[in-house]
C-alpha cells in the first residue's frame, strides 16, 4: 500500500470530543491529502499539503484541521467532533518522483461519533 | 462546476459476462481521468488513467476505458468478469498532475456484484 500508514484504524468517539487521525508515510511524497467516504457521495476532498507547515482547504473542511509538521505526517483533527462527520477517512499522498501521476491511498480509519 | 457523475450505483453481472461502468465528467479544463477500485474494508487502487494521447487506455486487471471528449465520459469496460472484480469503482478527474500534485474529484462509486 505505498507506504501509507493510517492510526488509529477504528475509533469510536463521543460527540462533542476532540479527535486526531494520523497518517504516516515512508516514500518521501511531497503532498498528502484527507478524504473522506460516504455513500452516495464518494470520496470528498478535506484538506490537503503540499509540503511542511503548508496546507489548504479542500470542499468540505468546516469542522476539520490539519498539520504537518514532518514531511512523513499529516494529522487531521476534528476539534469537537459531530454526527455528521461519522466517516470512513482516507489519506493519499502524491508526488513521488517515478510515481508523479499516481496518488496512493492509505487503507481507511473509520470513525464513529455517537 | 467540476463534478464526476457514476449513473449506475449498483450494477450485477454474471461471471464470464462484459462490463461497462459509466462515467461522465464536467471539468472545466483539459480533464485527466482516472478509475480506482475499492474491495471491502480496503483502500482505493488505480485501475488506468488517461492523460493524453490514444482514447483507449488499458489498465491493470483486463480493465480498459475509452475516453470520448465530444460525449464528456470515461466508461470502463472488461469483456470478461471473473468473481474476483466484485467491488465499488471509482472515477475521478484532476487537473494535470504536474510536479505530482493530484488532487482529485471523485464520482459516487458504483458497486459491482459479480453472479456465479
Known amino acids: 500500500d505505498a507506504g501509507i500508514t493510517q492510526s488509529p484504524r477504528h475509533k469510536v468517539t463521543e460527540t462533542g470530543t476532540p479527535v486526531t487521525l494520523r497518517c504516516h508515510q515512508t516514500?518521501?511524497?511531497?503532498?498528502m491529502y484527507w478524504y473522506r467516504q460516504d455513500p452516495g457521495h464518494g470520496l470528498r476532498l478535506i484538506h490537503y499539503?503540499?509540503?511542511?507547515?503548508?496546507?489548504d482547504k479542500g470542499e468540505v473542511s468546516d469542522g476539520y484541521s490539519v498539520s504537518r509538521s514532518k514531511t512523513e505526517d499529516f494529522l487531521l483533527t476534528l476539534e469537537s467532533a459531530t454526527s455528521s462527520q461519522t466517516s470512513v477517512y482516507f489519506c493519499?499522498?502524491?508526488?513521488?518522483?517515478?510515481?508523479?501521476?499516481?496518488?496512493?491511498f492509505g487503507q481507511g480509519t473509520r470513525l464513529t461519533v455517537v | 462546476a467540476q463534478s464526476v457523475t457514476q449513473p449506475d450505483i449498483h450494477i450485477t453481472v454474471s461471471e464470464g459476462a462484459s462490463l461497462e461502468l459509466r462515467c461522465n465528467y464536467s471539468?472545466?479544463?483539459?480533464?485527466?481521468l482516472f478509475w480506482y477500485v475499492q474491495s471491502p474494508g480496503q483502500g482505493l487502487q488505480l485501475l488506468l488513467k488517461?492523460?493524453?494521447?490514444?482514447?483507449l487506455v488499458q489498465g491493470i486487471k483486463g480493465f480498459e476505458a475509452e475516453f470520448k471528449r465530444s460525449q464528456s465520459s470515461f466508461n470502463l469496460r472488461k469483456p470478461s468478469v471473473h468473481w474476483s472484480d466484485a467491488a465499488e469503482y471509482f472515477c475521478?478527474?484532476?487537473?494535470?498532475?504536474?510536479?505530482?500534485?493530484?488532487?482529485?474529484?471523485f464520482g459516487a462509486g458504483t458497486r459491482l456484484a459479480v453472479h456465479p
Open positions: 493519499a499522498i502524491s508526488g513521488g518522483g517515478a510515481s508523479d501521476t499516481e496518488a496512493f
Open positions: 516514500e518521501n511524497h511531497r503532498y
Open positions: 499539503s503540499y509540503g511542511v507547515k503548508d496546507t
Open positions: 471539468y472545466g479544463a483539459t480533464p485527466y
Open positions: 488517461y492523460f493524453s494521447g490514444d482514447t
Open positions: 475521478a478527474v484532476g487537473a494535470h498532475p504536474s510536479g505530482g500534485y493530484n488532487k482529485l474529484i
